[in-house]
């Protein structure tokens, strides 16, 4: 399984960016698709999860409300759209994926998923 993150770039203040991330390989590995975010000098944090069927998608709660999560099954692609963005949302956005879903209540930790792609910088000046 490959994931290939791609949409980021550098926005002002209260504009909007939508990332990608493009799964190849079997789309029986990817039952679970996550993004993740990483600042300079911080940890990594999960944003938002999806499963490739139905199910809630739960957001960091500092972007509730500005992110949305989708998924093309087709395309064995995932979005987020991220609008009304701001300078703390500055960092390198990861894609992650795992065969199996997870409780909604851990897939926003890191240590689940088995696959990641390489990151998008995203930059939100002031």
């Known amino acids: 399984v490959q994931l290939q993150a791609s949409g980021g770039g550098l926005v002002q203040t209260g504009g909007s960016l939508r990332l990608s991330c493009a799964a190849s390989?079997?789309?029986?590995?990817?039952?679970?698709i996550a993004w993740f975010r990483q600042a300079p000098g911080k940890e990594r944090e999960g944003v938002s999860c999806i499963s490739r069927g139905s199910g809630s998608t739960p957001y960091l709660s500092s972007v509730r409300g500005r992110f949305t999560i989708s998924r093309d099954n087709a395309k064995n692609t995932v979005y987020l759209q991220m609008n009304s963005l701001k300078p703390e949302d500055t960092a390198v956005y990861f894609c992650?994926?795992?065969?199996?879903?997870?409780?909604?209540?851990?897939?926003?930790?890191?240590?689940?998923?088995?696959?990641w792609g390489q990151g998008t910088l995203v930059t939100v000046s002031s």
């Open positions: 390989g079997s789309s029986l590995d990817y039952g679970l």
């Open positions: 992650a994926a795992r065969a199996i879903r997870v409780p909604t209540s851990s897939c926003l930790y890191s240590v689940f998923y088995d696959y």
